[in-house]
């Protein structure tokens, strides 16, 4: 009996095998759907999947036959991927001067008497194994039959390729994911050390002018004011950073029981309006049943927004919230600035500023709404809004109702 060839790139082969990191334990059903398909098309009751590596020849898919592995030396499939064609077909072992006094022809069960193997060929060209169905008899393939052993081929390199990309993003993601904690870290550390001096140079501006108010010119005078300003802001920038990278943790706290008016009045409290302003509540009061400190810091972000952002003598919020299956639905309508239609679908991206300036002459950070659309998205609700410039904006978001876990 002849030896299998060794095919001339041997060595680019097998590493070729070694990329795709195939498992000869992990069982997909995928393969085993092909082999399924391979024998209802030939009508031969044995089909495998066979990986031909250094050393051996292990099946990837194995049905209407117990085995896992065969001798490299023995294995047909060996055969097929040294020989220059892409299918190759015994179709009488016993018969075939080459394999005549082959062991597996005259095995006790299920001896192999016909073979038909299609190489499995990556998109560089290299023979991975092959898709191959076996008969205990004499047997052979028609046209309609090759052809379709031939897509299944094709089939089970695209699943080995796509495993193989898929195996790639999710190393990428991993990566991405620690950078994500590690950029995290860092900013929540930068963050918290910065806050301490920051407050130091706000309450020294303070001291120094409040002691050399005599000696210091008007313009010196404000230079202090220009600097305490800037720490303010530079401060609220590092207060909203904050809020941001901690959303993610604030989204996995429990679930309470609260109703929508109780919410509401303690995050007034929070906000210590000074200025001409009407909140209205929502008509019914609405039992809630979800992530009390995720929602609180929602509203806390936009109802600060729809004061800020407001030119009228008097600012009129609306607050309102239903139910609808296991969401709740909330809208905050203001009379404020608005925004342009144009700046509506980035407003909920880190950063991104529209241009107008608060109550206060101060330009915003594009922090809070991004922090905003990442709790709602984490509470498994989503946000919509609408706005006409000078009149005001709407903004509708949902949250999903989260049972209480005892």
Known sequence: MIKPVIPNNEIQRL????????????????????????????????SLISV?????????????????SSEKSLSFCSFAVGSEDPIFIIKDTKMDDRFKHHSCAYAAENPIVFYAGVCLIDSKGYKLGTLCVI??????????????????????????????????LET???????????????????????????????????????????????NALEYLKYLKQSSFTLSEYITGLLEHYESDNLAQARSEAFDIHHLLDKIVDLLNINIECEIHFPEQ?????????????????????SIKYNDKEIIIINVDCTVKGNHYYFTVTDNG??????????????????????????????IGLSTVKNIIESLGGSII???????????????KQIPLIN
Request: net charge positive; hydrophobic share 35%.
């Open 385 to 399: 809004t609408s706005s006409e410039v000078g009149k005001g904006t709407t903004f509708e978001f949902s949250i």
């Open 172 to 218: 990428v993601q991993k990566k991405l994911e620690s950078k994500n904690k590690e950029l995290k870290k860092f900013a929540g550390v930068v963050s918290h050390d910065m806050k301490m001096p920051l407050a130091n140079i706000i309450l020294t501006t303070d001291i120094l002018k409040a002691k050399y108010a005599n000696i210091l010119d008007s």
């Open 15 to 46: 590493r070729a095998i070694r990329s795709y990191d195939i498992s000869p334990v992990q069982q997909d059903k995928e393969y085993d759907q092909i082999t399924d398909l391979a024998r209802n098309i030939t009508g031969m009751p044995i």
């Open 337 to 366: 600035v608005g925004i342009p239609e144009d700046k509506l679908e980035s407003i909920f991206e880190l950063f991104s500023t529209i241009g107008n300036k608060d109550r206060n002459g101060k330009k915003g950070n594009g």
């Open 135 to 168: 008969d205990t008899k004499p047997n052979y393939l028609t046209e309609v039959q090759t052809k379709g052993l031939k897509i299944l081929a094709k089939q089970v390199i695209k699943l080995v390729e796509l495993h193989k990309a898929n195996r790639h």
């Open 285 to 305: 009061n609405i039992d809630l049943i979800c992530n009390r400190k995720a929602l609180e810091q929602v509203f806390l972000n936009l109802l600060r927004n």
């Open 52 to 68: 031909v590596d250094e050393n051996e020849v292990w099946f990837k898919s194995a049905n209407g036959l117990d085995i896992s």
